[in-house]
């Protein structure tokens, strides 16, 4: 009888900060904005990133007119998973290293949350950083499935 430390419903939730898919759709989100601008004026920046990073079946031939649709609607999408990515990322690691953080930036762990010891105010703001290093994944596999769904449709003959 083989045990298992996860239930199976929670592996791919506990495996996702480490998956190769994870680090596309993370690629993806955070060129994905820059990548606008070249697409408004018709270069198909955005269909080649999302056949890069995401897999995306695109049709190889040129629209200009679609791709510059495609990166107008898409623009708060871009947006927000810019966001998302940046943030979660970031609190990430800032929570994760937070000793590091008080010797690079200054203050002090005695009024800070679990403070008044180092160690408790690690482990309060590690229990953060570990919740993101499995929230921001998630966030980000639903928007970049939203952006592919939205690629497909605007920028592939209907």
Known sequence: MRSSLAAPAARPVL??????????????????????????????????????????????????FRTALHALVSLPLNLLAFLIAMYGWSLVLANLLYPLRIAVFGGTWEDAWGGPTLAGAWAVHSLGGFAFLFITPLLLRWVTRVQERLIVRVVKDV
């Open 15 to 64: 495996a996702a900060p480490f998956t190769a898919d994870t680090w596309r759709r993370t690629a993806y989100a955070v060129v994905a904005l820059p990548a606008t601008l070249p697409s408004l004026i018709g270069r198909p920046a955005q269909p080649a990133l999302a056949r890069r990073f995401l897999g995306t079946p695109l049709p190889a031939r040129r629209r200009p």
